[in-house]
C-alpha cells in the first residue's frame, strides 16, 4: 500500500458530461501529481501542485483543471469529456517534488461512452 | 526534452534471471527509478539509484548504473510467475518537478 488514495476506483460516463477525481497524498507529502494512461500515449504527465501551487503542467488539456486545497488532497477535474478521454487516471504524491520518489495511488478508471 | 527509453517486451522461463534495460538522455539525472505494474494496479516503486552510484542490490533485485552510456538496467534473480508485469524506468532531476517515465517492459514469466 504506498499510502495515496484515489476515489473513485472505477467511473463510467457518457460524452460530454464532467467529472472529479479525487486524490489523497501520503501523510507528509506536499507535492501531488496526475499522470493519465492509456495504451496508445503511455503514461502521459499532466500536472503538479506542491503544497496548495501549481508547480509544473505537461499534456493537459485545456478542458481539464486541478486544484490542491489546504488540507492537501487534490482534485482533477475532467469536463466536456470525449470518448478519447477513457483511460487510466493516476495521483501520485512526493514529499519534495524535486525528482524525488513518486508514490501512485491504484488509480482511477474513467470509461466514456 | 529528456527523454526515456525501453524495450517493449522480454519473455523469460521461471527460475532464470531477468534484464530490463533502459536508456536514457538527461546527463544531469539526479535518480533513476524502477517501477512495477501489474494489472489493474498502479506503479510500485520497486527500487532506486542515485547517479553517484554504480550499483545497488535489494535481495533480487540488482540496478546497474552506467551513467557514460546513460544505461540503467534491473536485473531480476529467480524470476517468478508473481514477476510477471510491467516494469517503468524513470529518471529525476532535482532541476526539474517531475520524473520523465519510459514506455515500460513488459515481462512475462512462464513456468
Known amino acids: 500500500d504506498s499510502g495515496v488514495t484515489q476515489t473513485p476506483k472505477h467511473l463510467i460516463t457518457a460524452t460530454g458530461q464532467r467529472v472529479t477525481l479525487r486524490c489523497s497524498p501520503r501523510s507528509g507529502d506536499l507535492s501531488v501529481y496526475w499522470y493519465q494512461q492509456s495504451l496508445d500515449q503511455g503514461l502521459q504527465f499532466l500536472i503538479q501542485y506542491y503544497n496548495g501551487e501549481e508547480r509544473a503542467k505537461g499534456n493537459i488539456l485545456e478542458r481539464f483543471s486541478a486544484q490542491q486545497f489546504p488540507d492537501l488532497h487534490s482534485e482533477l477535474n475532467l469536463s466536456s469529456l470525449e470518448l478519447g478521454d477513457s483511460a487510466l487516471y493516476f495521483c501520485a504524491s512526493s514529499v519534495a517534488g524535486n525528482g524525488s520518489p513518486l508514490h501512485f495511488g491504484n488509480g482511477t478508471r474513467l470509461t466514456v461512452t | ?111
Not at chain 2, 538527461?26 to 516503486?45: C, H, N, R, V
Not at chain 2, 538496467?73 to 508485469?85: E, F, K
Open chain 2, 1 to 111: 526534452g529528456e527523454d526515456v527509453e525501453q524495450s517493449l517486451f522480454l519473455s523469460v522461463r521461471e527460475g532464470d534471471s531477468s534484464v530490463i534495460n533502459c536508456t536514457y538522455t538527461d546527463s544531469s539525472s539526479t535518480y533513476l527509478y524502477w517501477y512495477k505494474q501489474e494489472p489493474g494496479a498502479g506503479l510500485q516503486l520497486l527500487t532506486y539509484i542515485f547517479s553517484n552510484m554504480d550499483m545497488k542490490q535489494d535481495q533480487r533485485l540488482t540496478v546497474l548504473l552506467n551513467k557514460k552510456d546513460k544505461h540503467l538496467s534491473l536485473r531480476i534473480a529467480d524470476t517468478q510467475t508473481g514477476d510477471s508485469a510491467i516494469y517503468f524506468c524513470a529518471e529525476g532531476n532535482s532541476g526539474y518537478s517531475t520524473l520523465t517515465f519510459g514506455k515500460g517492459t513488459m515481462l512475462l514469466v512462464s513456468p
